[in-house]
Antibody
Framework: EVQLLESGGGLVQPGGSLRLSCEAS????????MTWVRQAPGKGLEWVSA????????YYADSVKGRVTISRDNSKNTVYLQMNSPRAEDTAVYYC?????????WGQGTLVTVSS | EIVLTQTPVSLSVSPGQPASISCKSS???????????LHWHLQKPGQPPQLLIY???KRVSGVPDRFSGSGSGTDFTLQISRVEAEDVGVYYC??????????FGQGTKVEIK
């Protein structure tokens, strides 16, 4: 069974930094693209970023490009999202997700609140 | 970027009555491999989304058969034949033809009358 467990959320000041983590289990981690999706309070789902299985290729939504960095450590089955200089509009629940075969799996999410 | 347009925004349904949600894509979701990469998720209150239907019409194991998906190309529909109280939440369509870049519909909130 695929399991995705996010951590690292919390309150961060505008201009600060925060690193989210997602520990995965139940599948061959290094073989799959990993994705971050966020959901602002009361809003819909927004794709944020993704990283290839090897970590060599990264992808970003225009809304976060230049402010977040995705990375992964395949020895730890973990993907990260480094948030630099977050803005109030980055306040959201951040979900780790992936597509394994035909199924799409979600973590429970971690809440990031950007506020002074 | 592929845009998915869902309608209606919200739906209030009496128990036992049917419900239907539309999802229209700005581009065809039919891949050269013959599969169509349109999927449906349900987000129940206070929970993460969960996949209900993948590749237009294939139910995930454990999903009741009152849920069905149909459509092709750019027009898709999720139908619930007889809505039950446990079906409340927000339904999202999602495309994965442009993996790893995903897009989602705006969501349809289903409530019980």
């Amino acid at each position: 069974e695929v399991q995705l467990l996010e951590s690292g959320g919390g309150l961060v000041q505008p201009g600060g930094s925060l690193r989210l983590s997602c520990e995965a289990s139940g599948f061959d981690f290094s073989s799959y693209v990993m994705t971050w999706v966020r959901q602002a309070p009361g809003k819909g789902l927004e794709w944020v970023s993704a990283i290839s299985g090897s970590g060599s290729t990264t992808y970003y939504a225009d809304s976060v490009k230049g402010r977040v960095t995705i990375s992964r450590d395949n020895s730890k089955n973990t993907v990260y999202l480094q948030m630099n200089s977050p803005r109030a509009e980055d306040t959201a629940v951040y979900y780790c997700a992936n597509k394994v075969g035909a199924t799409f799996n979600w973590g429970q999410g971690t809440l990031v609140t950007v506020s002074s | 970027e592929i845009v998915l347009t869902q309608t209606p925004v919200s739906l209030s349904v009496s128990p036992g009555q049917p419900a239907s949600i539309s999802c229209k894509s700005s581009q065809s979701l039919l891949h050269t491999d013959g599969k169509t990469y349109l999927h449906w998720h349900l987000q129940k209150p206070g929970q993460p989304p969960q996949l209900l239907i993948y590749e237009v019409s294939k139910r995930v194991s454990g999903v009741p058969d009152r849920f069905s998906g149909s459509g092709s190309g750019t027009d898709f529909t999720l139908q619930i034949s007889r809505v039950e109280a446990e079906d409340v939440g927000v339904y999202y369509c999602m495309q994965t033809i442009q993996l790893p870049r995903l897009t989602f519909g705006q969501g349809t909130k289903v409530e019980i009358k």
